[in-house]
């Protein structure tokens, strides 16, 4: 019985030290529990803020400045253009003498009075040619012209010293209130331009954009590049604007007050169903949002909807492949 109870004894104590020495000899046994994932790395990506402004719509188009109005000078009567004082591309205020005609008869009344005096021979003669002289001089018919209106002579029909004919065209003076700026908008832009929007006319020789105000589209089309003339009208430069002046205006077809606005690359838009979308940036994660775009202008593009508060931040560079809920943080 106390061999059995010793022999027990014995083998307990042959296992426990067997346990102990596998336990320490075992790497999975002495290994500590595995440690929790570690954090994801946030994406370097480029942000910006969604701001609030007035969105405009632009046509632009080249144009030149011309004058819609034009008056002529015309000879009275026949004679001879005895002075002529303007030439092309001169400036003429209203009522200013521009020139003078005699009539041809008067005319011829004075060099018949002329070659009397240089033919006298005697004294009678002579005094003679020197009555007549004076009366031809006194009733010589001598007529100003005199500009009709304030503006620019741009053509004329006749120059000094030229015999003219009764209401023979002498000069036109284009209308200093009737230039404009005629733009050659094409034809497929017609539709969206309509009296009285805001134009942005920039014109060479000016220090800086000029603005108009779209009159009328008028009826002259041009076949040949598809193009029809817009009338501006730029009362700022009324009275003084040079003619053919070539420039670019950019006419406003359409305004959006306080719209929301993010650059143009943060937009990514599917070639095939056409649908724009956006990531946002909301507590470091990104957030693919569909959207509605509206107006385009300085870069930007209007987000009409969802509705997007000013300020909040939006991915524009590096959102391509960008996983919903993926951890961003803004690159340096």
Request: glycine share 8%; with cysteine; net charge negative.
């Amino acid at each position: 019985m106390e061999h059995s109870v010793i022999r027990r004894a014995f083998l307990a104590a042959a296992a426990l030290a067997v346990a102990c020495s596998r336990g320490e000899s075992d790497p999975q046994a002495a290994s500590p529990a595995p440690a929790a994932n570690p954090p994801a790395v946030a994406i370097p990506v480029r942000i910006a803020p969604v701001v609030r402004r007035t969105v405009l719509e632009t046509v632009s188009a080249p144009g030149k400045t011309a004058a819609l109005a034009q008056q002529k000078i015309r000879a009275p009567y026949a004679g001879t253009l005895a002075e002529l004082s303007v030439t092309d591309g001169d400036r003429v205020r209203r009522g200013q003498v521009v020139g003078a005609i005699l009539s041809r008869d008067s005319e011829a009344a004075l060099t018949g009075a002329r070659e009397m005096g240089r033919q006298a021979q005697t004294e009678t003669e002579k005094a003679d040619a020197a009555r007549a002289l004076a009366l031809a001089e006194k009733g010589l018919i001598r007529a100003p012209l005199t500009a009709p209106s304030d503006g620019v002579v741009v053509s004329h029909g006749a120059v000094q010293g030229d015999r003219v004919d009764d209401n023979q065209e002498l000069l036109t003076i284009a209308e200093a209130d009737s230039v404009a700026f005629l733009v050659d908008v094409p034809q497929s832009d017609l539709v969206r331009i309509r009296p009285g929007q805001t134009v942005s006319v920039e014109i060479a020789g000016q220090t800086g954009p000029v603005s108009g105000i779209v009159h009328d589209v008028l009826p002259a089309a041009n076949a040949a590049d598809f193009t029809a003339p817009v009338r501006v009208d730029l009362p700022a430069l009324r009275g003084s604007a040079s003619l053919g002046l070539f420039g670019t205006a950019r006419i406003t077809v359409a305004e959006h007050r306080n719209a929301a606005v993010v650059p143009e690359a943060a937009v990514l838009r599917d070639d095939v169903t056409g649908a724009a979308r956006l990531a946002v940036v909301d507590a470091g994660r990104a957030r693919w949002i569909d959207v509605k775009t509206g107006l385009r202008s300085d870069g930007g593009i209007e987000i009409a909807a969802p509705p997007l508060e000013a300020g909040r931040t939006v991915v524009v560079s590096g959102q391509v492949g960008l996983a919903e809920g993926a951890p961003v943080a803004a690159a340096p």
